[in-house]
């Protein structure tokens, strides 16, 4: 009983216990919010993390949001986070945050959902640029265009934002993939704007179509009218299974063979007739882009002749004509299946323009017919034959009676390695070059005989026959002889006691000037220096009956004083009456007016010309050595200056003065500066060589890059340059630089004057400027004619105040008969060459049959300006059948000759005394 009584006590003890306990747990502490972070947010805003500050937050606490509990994360008893959705926050307004522990809830504390500012707006899209595209294109720019778009906006391809540019409020751009349009349909584009606010636009549409096809190819793409059903192959781009081939707009049977090929069955009744058939490809609703023609052609045409049926080869192109049937205004003639040019005469004849090209060579050619791709059922023949060889020169043209044995060059085409150069019928020995050169050797005994004989070149038959006959002339010598003693002595009669030298001759050649060192030409000459000299010869058409040859001093006449005599070359104008020296050691140039055919009120007299031109500084002077000239007229000097100024140190200019000698009153003398080239900077020394009348042209010699740096300097060549410079031109005449020593080929000539003692002259112009006479030893001035033998004399049509359509072109003088063909060497004079650049005087050295080794003047009629019967040849003007010339050896050197090329003068080394002047018929 005790023991019931114990364990009911000890179950009461453990009750109360047990309470006691849990009224302890009841009496923990209630939790306190005392901050909140954020305390506030814009209605709108994100998601985002809310931190609650307080005490009595145990293990397990729970942030509740208006009384719904959010996920909580218990960091210590005093704070306590919680994630807070973005919709607690979608609008403005109070949401009370409390916090629920150990089953107590903390006091509310108000959290402030602010309004939101300035929120995004809703966008609109009003268009698309483009609203559509072909599928599987290349990927683009989508230009959107609409309202209320914001920085941060994005294009939705189908719900899918593409990378977007921000244009405007009212425009983005975005990238559009290839991939994006890959397949045809339609995509929803709309924009959507960032919060807070903003969302999605509207959707508009883009579409994407499918490729039409297009067609490229037809195989065939002709066939003949009647003809059999035929599969056709139609190749392009874009076909897909279901495409039909249609045939003037209606579908045929086709198969898919490709994306790139189709065929179709093509029937008979499709081809039936002539025409032509429109081809492209349906597929779906589209169809190809483009159409391609199917020609139908007529029967195939039939050629019967040609004409002609053949010719030489090497001739002009031609038309043929084509004669046969069934030809219409397509057909086409083939030359070796290369279609020509055809014009449609008839449904039996067409002309075909055969080019040159085709001809050129031997052989033969199938003449086809092509209409609408279908040929001729037979072809004709036509021949090439070998063509007439044909002479378009020789060279030379002419030889005198009884000349020595040589080689002439015979220039043509249509030579062969079998041709033969023949004169008058008969074979010559023959070597050929190429097929436009042939060379022939013409043996002395051909030239026995005066007269005019037919050369001509004869191939086999084969190879084209007989050229054409070109005519050479073997004449009878030109005579030429002396016919006067210039340097004469007013004492005897007879040669002067001293040297004279420098000979010019006036137009008609009855005046002659020079120099002389001799005392005893006129009475009372005692300086003992060369002193300038002008003789009436009184030949010539302007001599009155019963002139008498004489003498008269003209340098400084009367004043016989040392230095006043005249140096080098003593020029006379073409009328006689002006003549002009440079002083000897004075380095001045003066002009005697000789009143010759003047008025009775002329008194003669000395005029010194000479003065630097303007901008010369510094000290200047005429000691350069070389004589000046004077031009045929009298009125103008062409004369050097030696100065120093401060851009060219040492240079030697070229000057040209207007005297006014002969001038209509008014004139005032003026002096300018000429031969300055091309460049910025003029040659350093020029050197002079002739002036024209009225002083328009001059003639220099100087280097190639000095005159024109944009040639390519040939070292120290010097090369000669005839320059306008429009000194008394009309207005607008623009000065010009024309070089003279040109080969055939149009390049510079080596060399422009030979190096040796007796070609010390100037080259010289004819009196209008146009020809200018030269010597050079380039071995290549013309063209098909090589010349190994020494300095030749050539003469150069400048074309200067030629008519127009004139070409440049360059002769050789140096013939008679075999001077550019046996050793020999020929030298220009002082005025080589006669008014109208028909005659021209030279100096000829070397071994020929006339013994001509001592130097000889001759004078060549180039026939320039002569009626068509003139035959060039050249006479010997030295030769002194009279005895005029005492001397035992006899050379003969500087001729000039006058402007009618009736006289020439020339002086002679060999002659006692010293060197003596002598006037000589040239023969012409």
């Known amino acids: 009983m005790l023991l019931k009584k114990l364990l009911l006590a000890f ?97 509310a504390s108000s959290f402030t959902i602010n309004a939101p500012v300035n929120p995004n707006p809703v966008p609109a899209v009003s268009s698309l640029s483009p609203v559509a595209a072909v599928a599987g294109g290349a990927a683009f720019t989508l230009t959107v265009n609409g309202s209320n ?3 941060g906006a994005t294009v939705q391809w189908d719900g899918a934002a593409r990378t ?36 999605a636009s509207n959707a508009v549409a883009f579409t994407i179509t499918s490729p039409p096809p297009t067609l490229s190819t037809l195989s ?25 081939v249609a045939w003037n707009g209606s579908t045929r049977p086709t198969t898919v ?145 009884n000349a020595a044995a040589f080689t002439m060059t015979v220039n043509g085409t249509g030579f062969t390695s079998n041709s033969v150069v023949q004169w008058g019928g008969s074979a010559l020995v023959t070597h050929v070059q190429s097929s436009t050169v042939l060379n022939a050797d013409i043996p002395a005994a051909d030239l026995t005989t005066a007269g005019t004989f037919q050369i001509t070149v004869s191939n086999p038959a084969a190879d084209g026959g007989t050229s054409q006959p070109v005519n050479f002339t073997v004449a009878q010598p030109v ?22 030298q420098g000979q010019t001759v006036s137009q008609d050649g009855r005046y002659v000037g020079f120099a002389s060192a001799a005392t005893d030409i006129v009475a009372n000459d005692i300086d003992g220096e060369y002193s300038g000299f002008l003789r009436d010869t009184c030949v010539g ?94 009125r103008y000097m062409f004369y050097p200056v030696a100065y120093i100024d401060t851009d060219n140190t040492g240079t030697t200019a070229l ?51 000095a005159v024109d740096p944009a040639l390519t300097s040939d070292g120290d060549v010097l090369h000669i340059w005839l320059q306008d410079t429009c000194i008394g031109a009309p207005v607008g005449c623009t000065e010009s630089y024309t070089l003279v020593d040109v080969r055939a080929d149009g390049t510079p000539s080596e060399r422009n004057q030979a190096n040796d003692s007796i070609a010390s002259k100037e080259p010289s112009f004819s009196r209008d400027g146009r020809y200018v006479v030269f010597s050079t030893t380039d071995k290549n001035m013309i063209a098909g004619r090589t010349i190994n033998n020494g300095s030749q004399v050539y003469l150069r049509d400048s074309c200067i105040g030629a008519p127009a359509g004139c070409t440049s072109s360059t002769i050789l003088i140096s013939e008679w008969p075999d001077m550019a063909t046996s050793a020999s060497r020929a030298y220009v004079g002082w005025r080589s060459v006669s008014e109208h650049g028909r005659y021209v005087a030279f100096m000829h050295q070397g071994d020929q049959i006339g013994n001509f080794y001592a130097p000889n003047i001759f004078v060549r009629d180039t026939c320039i300006g002569a009626p068509a019967s003139c035959t060039p040849s050249t006479s010997m003007a030295s030769s002194d059948p009279d005895g005029i010339n005492p001397a035992t050896s006899k050379d003969y050197r500087d001729p000039s000759i006058s402007s009618d090329g009736h006289y020439v003068v020339f002086s002679s080394p060999q002659v006692a005394n010293g060197g003596q002047i002598f006037l000589a018929l040239t023969g012409y």
């Open 11 to 107: 179950y009461a003890v453990s009750i109360l216990f047990t309470f006691a306990l849990i009224g302890c747990g009841d009496s923990s502490s209630t939790p306190t919010i005392t901050s909140l972070s954020p305390a506030s947010v814009n209605a709108g805003s994100s998601a985002f993390t809310l931190t609650v500050t307080g005490t009595g937050f145990s293990s397990g606490a729970a942030v509740q949001w208006n009384g719904s509990a959010r996920s909580t994360t218990v960091v210590s008893a005093t704070q306590v986070t919680a994630s807070i959705p973005a919709t607690d926050v979608a609008s403005a307004g109070t949401a009370q945050v409390t916090v629920l522990s150990k089953g107590k809830t903390s006091t």
């Open 149 to 151: 778009f914001v920085s």
């Open 164 to 199: 977007t540019s921000f244009v405007s409020s009212t425009q983005l751009t975005a990238s559009i993939t290839a991939a994006d349009i890959a397949s045809a349909g339609s995509k929803a584009v709309t924009v959507v704007n960032p919060s807070p606010g903003g969302g």
């Open 220 to 244: 065939p793409a002709i066939a003949t009218a009647g003809g059999a059903a035929f599969t056709l192959t139609v190749n392009g781009s874009g076909f897909l299974a279901g495409a039909a």
């Open 257 to 401: 063979v490709s994306a790139t090929q189709l065929t179709s069955s093509i029937t008979a009744a499709d081809i039936a007739t002539t025409g032509t058939a429109q081809v492209d490809v349906v597929q779906g609703s589209l169809r190809s882009t483009n159409q391609l023609s199917f020609t139908i052609n007529a029967a195939p045409p039939t050629l019967t002749s040609l004409s002609p049926n053949t010719i030489a080869a090497g001739n002009a192109g031609f038309d043929l004509t084509v004669n046969g049937a069934g030809f219409t205004n397509s057909a086409q003639v083939a030359w070796n299946g290369t279609p020509l040019t055809t014009t449609f005469v008839s449904a039996i004849q067409l002309k075909a323009a055969v080019p040159a090209a085709n001809v050129a060579s031997t052989g033969s050619a199938k003449i086809d017919v092509v209409q609408g791709g279908v040929h001729t059922s037979t072809q004709q023949t036509f021949t090439v034959t070998a063509a007439q060889p044909v002479i378009s020169g020789i060279s030379p043209t002419s030889m005198l009676v």
């Open 479 to 500: 005579t030429g002889k002396i016919v006067q003693l210039v340097s004469t002595s007013y004492l005897s009669g007879g040669i002067a006691n001293n040297t004279s």
């Open 541 to 634: 058409s302007t001599a009155p009956a019963g002139c008498t040859p004489s003498n008269i001093m003209v340098s400084q006449p009367g004043a016989f004083t040392t230095g006043s005599g005249a140096a080098n070359l003593v020029m006379v104008s073409s009328s006689g009456r002006y003549v002009g020296f440079d002083t000897q050691g004075q380095y001045k140039i003066d002009i005697y007016d000789s009143c010759f055919g003047a008025t009775m009120s002329c008194t003669p007299g000395i005029t010194q010309v000479q003065e630097p031109f303007p901008g010369v500084s510094g000290s200047y002077s005429y000691s350069t050595g070389l004589p000046s000239r004077m031009s045929p007229d009298g």
């Open 655 to 705: 000057a040209v003065k207007d005297t006014c000698f002969g001038a209509s009153t008014g004139c005032t003398p003026s002096v300018r500066r000429v031969a300055t080239g091309k460049g910025t900077t003029p040659p350093k020394q020029p050197f002079q060589s002739d002036v024209s009348e009225g002083g328009r042209y001059v003639l220099f010699r100087a280097y190639l890059t």
